[in-house]
């Protein structure tokens, strides 16, 4: 435990250290909500009567919808850096060597990975919860019926809290066992972001292939996104009817697979 330990610590210090990668991560999750919601209040600001304020439900739910695929670009980034970062620096003979067990070398690169990765998505999702709940629409004269007027609930909340965490991870973890597979950072980055800015609006739309397009994760886990009164899901599109539960499963062995194709590779790479 205390070389595990120590090695996710030696991780935490060398991903802080890529300044690149901490900024744009940062400007990926963090950097983007605080952009959106600053546009929107110097909008209401300059034309209260036109435009709403920044806070409500259904900006809260439509911001999450826009904020899924960007914050997947930057799990994406964190996975692939992970992913080869003993090859790139040069350390992993060095790591091998001393006779630690690569399954722990290989594990730590999860932890600190997804620590870094989660610490930004959490303080991005809470300055989004806040300003949801906080900033509502008030001006009720030209918005009567406005779905922003009130925040969301905390159960609102915590469903799309939990369905952002999920896609990050799933992210993640593709991009950290891709990477560990090919051993190429940016042939990592380039596929994955592709596939997740093209490929997965592509096959949720469509309503052929049936169990093959419902077997992608990335494509299930769109279709689970929560509901509100008033927000249309434009990627509910499935090709068969799939239960929710094995819904999360497909979702989870999308998660593990990779990760766990990734620890062989690097587990049977020579020293």
């Known amino acids: 435990m205390s070389d595990f330990l120590l090695l996710t610590s030696a991780r935490l210090m060398e ?30 600001a300059s034309n209260p009567n036109m435009h709403q304020s920044a806070g409500g439900e259904f900006r809260f739910a439509r911001l999450s919808s826009i904020a899924s695929p960007i914050w997947s670009v930057a799990a994406v980034l964190v996975g692939a850096a992970v992913g080869v970062s003993d090859l790139a620096a040069g350390t992993y003979r060095h790591l091998v060597i001393t006779g630690k067990s690569k399954w722990i070398i290989y594990i730590t690169r ?41 925040g969301p609930s905390f159960h609102t909340i915590i469903d799309f ?17 891709l990477s560990s597979l090919i051993g190429s950072r940016s042939t990592t980055i380039a596929i994955l972001i592709a596939f997740q800015i093209i490929g997965i609006p592509i096959l949720s739309q469509v309503s052929i292939w049936g169990w093959i397009k419902d077997s992608i994760g990335g494509v299930v886990l769109n279709s689970m996104q929560p509901q509100i009164q008033g927000l249309q899901n434009i990627q509910l599109a499935t090709g068969v009817e799939i239960s929710h539960g094995f819904r999360y499963l497909i979702v989870l062995a999308w998660i593990v697979v990779p990760i766990f194709i990734g620890a062989l590779v690097y587990n049977k790479r020579d020293a």
Do not use: C, D
Request: aromatic share 10%.
């Open 110 to 150: 999860i932890s600190a990975g997804l620590a870094i990765l989660i610490s930004f998505t959490l303080f991005a999702f809470a300055i989004q919860s806040i300003v949801a709940t906080t900033m509502t629409s008030t001006n009720i004269q030209y918005f009567p019926n406005s779905p922003n007027s009130i």
């Open 15 to 44: 991903l802080k250290k890529r300044v690149g990668l901490m900024i744009a991560v940062g400007l990926l999750t963090i950097g983007i909500i605080l952009l959106i919601y600053g546009i929107t209040e110097i909008l209401h």
């Open 161 to 177: 809290g939990s369905w952002l965490l999920i896609q990050i991870i799933l992210a993640f973890s593709l991009s950290l066992g």
